[in-house]
């Protein structure tokens, strides 16, 4: 069984009888609000997506649909937006796990880390590669976005690897960061199959399902996702209507880490 398909499963009991209640799709990010007031979040992964006018007609139909059958989407979607869609209203519904805030560490997320600790990391995020970067030994990023279209600057010196050298550098990887999105864009299963050798796998990012039982025994140990306070629903969704990205919303995210 995938990965995603297991996660979906075990988060089923957090369903019940929610439907969604609003939705935004922005440039960088998707939101969503439940009936229940709870809110998620997902990247939009636009270096895949087809071009075109009106050619994602779902995303006006998502208001009034249960949970349960858009949360799936992120399995059964036409295309990466769809898939998104999915997982943006997935994270929403597991604001009823109970996880617990992220505590405050020396280290990142609280892991042990040694001077010569080897990591790897799947999809950049900038802060998080700095915060690696000043503990472990090594760190290199593979980032299918940079790899399209450039731009893997962003203020940090990680080093954008190129795709097709996955396969070859990742095994041998101490710790392995992966975003979120991994569980959208369906590379998730392969890059887990490809870290025989990590340690610590993280999994990161608003894109994160905080769903520690459907994580069990696939190799993840720890995930870092977030929550949103729903009081500033309004702020949320008018900055990503207007191409906001997490930068711009994060001072509402309320930050969630639990042990697989």
Known sequence: ?????????????????????????????????????????????????????????????????????????????????????????????????????????????????????????????????????????????????????????RGCDAKVMPMEKQQEMLPDRDIVVLSGTTTVNGTIDGLLKTCKKAREIIMVGPSTPMCPEGFKGSGITRLAGSFWDRSHKEDIFKTISQAGGIAHVKKYMIKKSANV
């Open 1 to 153: 069984m995938s990965v995603v398909k297991k996660v979906i499963e075990k988060s089923e009991q957090f369903f019940l009888d929610k439907k969604v209640q609003d939705i935004v799709v922005g440039v960088s990010l998707i939101a969503v609000q439940l009936s229940d007031g709870s809110l998620g979040i997902s990247y939009v992964l636009r270096d895949s997506l087809p071009n075109g006018c009106s050619i994602f007609p779902y995303a006006k139909e998502v208001p009034g649909k249960t949970v349960k059958e858009t949360a799936e989407w992120i399995l059964t979607g036409k295309e990466d937006l769809q898939k998104a869609i999915g997982g943006a209203i997935l994270c929403a519904a597991l604001e009823d796990t109970g996880v617990p805030d992220e505590e405050k560490s020396g280290t990142p997320y609280g892991i042990n880390i040694n001077a010569d600790d080897k990591v790897g990391m799947i999809g950049f995020i900038p802060p998080v590669a700095d915060m690696f970067m000043k503990h472990a030994g090594s760190l290199i990023v593979f980032d299918q976005g940079i790899s399209l279209r450039g731009g893997g600057e």
